[in-house]
Every structure is written in structure tokens, then in C-alpha cells.
């Protein structure tokens, strides 16, 4: 049976959505040939896969339309949708199934469900568990340090900010919007589970940055059928 099959009847929430919350931001170097072989890619999009950038998320959702909930993602890259190349979330857990039923039916967001366990250190330390079955299978370490700057999501250009997703036979395409402030962090350490989660450790972290108080909507998104 697949994850996506036999869910929990949870309330419904339709598009859009307003969120408030906290997290950080990555974006991470990998070779072409773990890129080009992760099992996690729809076996439909992979040939058009390009890039060696892939992208991963953590975001503390503490304010949303399906109540709070953390969140962690992979982006590995672009990929042909049509005559256009956007990106597509490939892998993405959060912790409740409000947001995992909600996400399928509003954006077509492989969501599955575990558990976090997250903690924000008096020294700057943040560190996020994720775990299945009560076995750890992944773990990040960050550490944010500077002064803190604004940023508005409207500034960056729109095909940048617009996710197309494949999910049981249906294409949604949405483009969010965010604003908050950013402040530079780094990834002290990591460890992942490949069998559920891509191993980013393979490669190298170019950028992280640690994004508070952010204001974010999840519009309603284009939906065509599948041929």
C-alpha cells in the first residue's frame, strides 16, 4: 500500500492559506549522479531532471489553515513541465495529518507523515529530529549568528517561486509568497537515513539561512488532469 492511500478524515482546509512561522533554508551541491538516481523522483519527471543545486527546508509552521506543524522538504532541481522548467518538491515529511491530507488535495504535495522532535537552544543551536516509528532517521544541527535583514518574496522573480507538482494523475501548479527576515546560519551536522530520506550529506551546503517571523501565503493552485 502506498503512503499516499488510506489516510485519516481530518478537516478540511482549502486553499489559500495564510502561515506564520520560523526555519531554515538550504541550498546544497550534489553530484549529477545522486541528483540524476534518487529514488525519490516521480519515475515520469526524472529524464527532464536538470541542475546539480537542490534545495531542503525546515520550517516550524506555527500559525496555518490546518494548524501548526513542522515540515521538512527536498527540491532536487528543476524539471520540464511543458514548455517550462520549474521546481518540484520530490520528498517532504510534517508532523501532522492535517497538513499531509490537506497538502495532497490543495497542491498535489507528496506529504507524508512522522514524528519531529525540535528544540531551540539558548545558544543559537537549533536541532531537529525526524522519526518513524520511534527510530530516528534523520537529524540536523544549525546555528544562526549575525544581525538579521528583511526580505520580501515578491522581489524574486515569479518563475522562481512557481512549484509544479505530479500526484495521482493530476498537475498542480502554485506559486507562494513569502516576507520576514533572514539571517545567515550554517548546517553543524547531519545524518540521514537514505531509505527515507535523500543523504544531502554527499554533498556540499552552499547557503543556509535562517528565516524568522515570515508571513506566507499558499494560493490556490492551477489544476490540470493527466493524460
Given at each position: 500500500?502506498?503512503?499516499?492511500?488510506?489516510?485519516?478524515?481530518?478537516?478540511?482546509?482549502?486553499?489559500p492559506?495564510?502561515?506564520?512561522?520560523?526555519?531554515?533554508?538550504?541550498?546544497?551541491?550534489?553530484?549529477?549522479?545522486?541528483?540524476?538516481?534518487?529514488?525519490?523522483i516521480?519515475?515520469?519527471?526524472?529524464?527532464?531532471?536538470?541542475?546539480?543545486m537542490?534545495?531542503?527546508?525546515?520550517?516550524?509552521?506555527?500559525?496555518?489553515?490546518?494548524?501548526?506543524?513542522?515540515?521538512?522538504?527536498?527540491?532536487?532541481?528543476s524539471?520540464?513541465?511543458?514548455?517550462?522548467?520549474?521546481?518540484?518538491?520530490?520528498?517532504?515529511?510534517?508532523?501532522?495529518?492535517?497538513?499531509?491530507?490537506?497538502?495532497?488535495?490543495?497542491?498535489?504535495i507528496p506529504?507524508?507523515?512522522?514524528?519531529?522532535?525540535?528544540?531551540?537552544?539558548?545558544d543559537?543551536?537549533?536541532?531537529v529530529?525526524?522519526?518513524?516509528d520511534?527510530?530516528?532517521f534523520?537529524?540536523?544541527?544549525?546555528?544562526?549568528?549575525?544581525?538579521?535583514?528583511?526580505?520580501?518574496?515578491?522581489?524574486?522573480?515569479q518563475?522562481?517561486?512557481?512549484?509544479?507538482?505530479?500526484?495521482?494523475?493530476?498537475?498542480?501548479t502554485?506559486?507562494?509568497?513569502?516576507?520576514?527576515?533572514?539571517?545567515?546560519?550554517?548546517?553543524l551536522?547531519?545524518?540521514?537515513?537514505?531509505?527515507?530520506?535523500?543523504?544531502i550529506?554527499?554533498?556540499?551546503?552552499?547557503?543556509?539561512?535562517?528565516?524568522?517571523?515570515?508571513?506566507?501565503?499558499?494560493p490556490?493552485?492551477?489544476?490540470?488532469?493527466?493524460?
Amino acid at each position: 500500500m502506498s503512503a499516499f492511500d488510506n489516510l485519516p478524515v481530518v478537516p478540511m482546509a482549502p486553499a489559500p492559506w495564510q502561515l506564520k512561522g520560523q526555519g531554515y533554508i538550504m541550498a546544497i551541491h550534489l553530484p549529477d549522479a545522486f541528483l540524476d538516481n534518487e529514488s525519490f523522483i516521480p519515475d515520469n519527471l526524472k529524464p527532464s531532471r536538470r541542475g546539480r543545486m537542490a534545495y531542503v527546508m525546515f520550517v516550524d509552521y506555527e500559525r496555518s489553515d490546518a494548524g501548526p506543524y513542522y515540515e521538512l522538504l527536498y527540491i532536487p532541481g528543476s524539471f520540464a513541465f511543458g514548455n517550462q522548467r520549474r521546481l518540484s518538491i520530490s520528498k517532504i515529511y510534517v508532523s501532522t495529518w492535517n497538513s499531509v491530507v490537506n497538502g495532497h488535495e490543495n497542491w498535489g504535495i507528496p506529504k507524508e507523515r512522522c514524528d519531529f522532535q525540535v528544540t531551540y537552544g539558548a545558544d543559537g543551536v537549533d536541532e531537529v529530529r525526524l522519526l518513524n516509528d520511534g527510530k530516528v532517521f534523520a537529524e540536523l544541527s544549525f546555528k544562526s549568528r549575525f544581525f538579521r535583514v528583511p526580505f520580501n518574496g515578491n522581489l524574486v522573480p515569479q518563475k522562481l517561486r512557481t512549484l509544479t507538482q505530479h500526484f495521482k494523475g493530476r498537475e498542480f501548479t502554485y506559486i507562494p509568497v513569502a516576507k520576514g527576515h533572514v539571517r545567515y546560519a550554517s548546517l553543524l551536522r547531519s545524518r540521514f537515513d537514505g531509505r527515507y530520506f535523500p543523504d544531502i550529506s554527499q554533498g556540499k551546503v552552499v547557503a543556509c539561512v535562517k528565516v524568522t517571523d515570515f508571513d506566507m501565503t499558499f494560493p490556490v493552485a492551477t489544476i490540470r488532469f493527466l493524460q
